[in-house]
């Protein structure tokens, strides 16, 4: 597949994914996630370079599942720059004791797939968004332990943004300040999944840190 000039591919699990309609891939599978937002916003500014955004989050995903399907998902489409949110589906499995959690490859598993994506795609500019949560639903349950493991995960990404060139996007810093002017669920509605609010404070968090980078998209 030839590379689009402008090629901006979404991956990530639920919160990317937004209930995308994956049956017509071409008009509604961007879904109601801040990857539609910003794909609204840039594609009527940069209407005359047409621009393509694609969305490929997968509810459920850990960082381990995006690897799984990183050649049909990500390698295949070429893109010219790639975004990936992932983290609170590993968190989630380590919290609830799952089988899957029994270990916790987040860190080795994100640097694995970096590093496929940079051998493969060394054009590829990277965006890494910053995964977050909020002291309410699953997270408020056991807070002080949710919150140690998503700090960590968030010093992981911003090392490996660091390590792999990559925009790193801060997230959690913005909501947490966001919880000042409405409570934890208006942003965030069971600690995890962003209402159409947060949706847009995410989209607001990605556009002012990609636009001002070296990978902005004009």
């Known amino acids: 597949m030839m590379a689009d000039k402008h090629l901006v591919l979404f991956q990530g699990d639920s919160i990317t994914d937004g209930g995308r309609y994956r ?13 539609y937002l910003i794909a609204a916003k840039l594609g009527v500014e940069l209407a005359d370079k047409r621009p393509r955004f694609v969305n490929r989050g997968i509810s459920g995903d ?5 690897y799984a399907r990183w050649n049909e998902d990500v390698l295949y489409f070429k ?34 797939l970096l590093e496929e ?9 990277l965006v890494l968004v910053e995964p977050f949560i909020l002291n309410v639903g699953a997270p408020s349950q056991n807070w002080p ?14 090392g490996l943004a660091a390590e792999f060139g990559a925009v790193f996007v801060p997230v959690q810093q913005q909501l947490n300040e966001a919880c000042v002017v409405a409570d934890a669920s208006y942003w965030l509605y069971d600690g995890v999944h962003p209402t159409a609010a947060g949706h847009q404070l995410i989209a ?3 556009l002012k840190a990609v636009q001002a980078s070296p990978c902005a998209i004009r």
């Open 145 to 158: 332990a949710w919150q140690d493991k998503l700090a960590k995960y968030q010093s992981v990404v911003r």
């Open 23 to 35: 049956e017509d891939p071409e008009n509604r599978d961007l879904g109601h996630s801040y990857a």
């Open 117 to 125: 994506t940079k051998d493969k795609l060394p054009e590829t500019a």
């Open 62 to 66: 850990r960082v381990s599942d995006l």
């Open 204 to 206: 607001n968090q990605w």
């Open 79 to 112: 893109p010219t720059l790639l975004s990936i949110l992932i983290g609170v589906n590993d968190a989630w499995r380590i919290m609830n004791g799952l089988p899957t959690g029994a270990a916790d490859r987040f860190e080795s598993a994100y640097r694995h």
